[in-house]
């Protein structure tokens, strides 16, 4: 049977996709969440990699009696030959691996679920555009706990996010994703926001279809404007000197109190 997509991930020996970083695991799983390949897998190149290992704990103990990723290629086309797509979250770097192994990736559609999450989260970089997020900052959005640098552990998260963001572009997501954002603020900041909302310390200026501008009064007002696109906040912005480095502060928190009322 015809998998619908698959989800592709690597742990390596570093980051570097274009020269002799080498593959230690190897997992896929498709639509359904079945596990299609979980491998550790022996570099034939490398012998140590202290940096990658000290990000997925993976050491050269684990898999000096594994085999090595090439023993696993046919598997791999027989599995991206059975589906009509592949997801990879940050696709260029999977992509990059694949190509160092001799594995033609024109003949396959790839999607990012990156590329559309950033969109979604909303946070502007310093030349305009919109910030890739990790998958670790994805998955907590949408209320996903996993073990981040497991491949296992991140093509589950990868297929759930990816999920959840095509129900998003479709308009399926249900209301209740905007009363999540408490996932996206620490608990510190969270808890003082809340003691601006509970001393009445917030105005609501505008209350439109796709956005809201409120006050928040301090020493200084601050204002913040939150967009929101569909069912989920698109864009949420403050002028305090804590938001203009792209930190979520107590005013948008205070705010979100409010409006969550």
């Known amino acids: 049977m015809k998998n619908k997509y698959v989800v592709l991930d690597f742990e390596t020996t570093g980051v570097n996709r274009y020269h002799n970083d080498e593959v230690v695991q190897v997992a896929i799983v498709n639509q359904d969440d079945e596990v299609l390949i979980n491998e550790l897998c022996r570099p034939k190149h490398r012998f140590s990699w202290p940096s990658a290992q000290r990000i997925h704990g993976i050491s050269p103990l684990m898999v000096k009696d594994k085999l090595c990723f090439e023993s696993y290629i046919d598997r791999i086309i027989e599995i991206f030959d059975n589906s009509e797509f592949i997801v990879c979250y940050n696709i260029a770097f999977e992509q990059g ?41 994805c998955a907590k959005y949408f209320g996903y706990n996993f073990a981040a640098h497991d491949a296992l552990e991140d093509v589950k998260a990868t297929r759930y996010c990816f999920e959840q963001i095509e129900a998003y572009k479709n308009g399926k ?81 205070a705010v979100l109190f409010k409006i969550s009322e």
Not at 173 to 187: A, D, G, M, Q, T
């Open 97 to 137: 691996m694949l190509k160092n192994y001799g594995i033609d990736i024109s003949k396959y559609v790839f999607k990012d679920p990156m590329k559309d999450f950033a969109y979604i989260y909303g946070e502007r970089g310093y030349h305009g555009g919109y910030k890739w997020q990790s998958l670790s900052t």
């Open 173 to 253: 997501l249900e209301k209740s994703y905007l009363n999540k954002w408490k996932l996206l603020f620490e608990p510190l900041v969270i808890e003082q926001g809340k003691k601006y909302y509970e001393d009445n310390l917030v105005d609501v200026i505008y209350y439109g279809g796709k956005q809201i501008v409120a006050s928040v009064k301090e020493d200084i007002t601050h204002m913040i404007s939150i967009e929101f696109n569909k069912n989920s906040i698109k864009k949420i912005v403050c002028d305090c000197p804590n938001a203009s480095s792209g930190n979520k502060c107590k005013h948008m928190a």
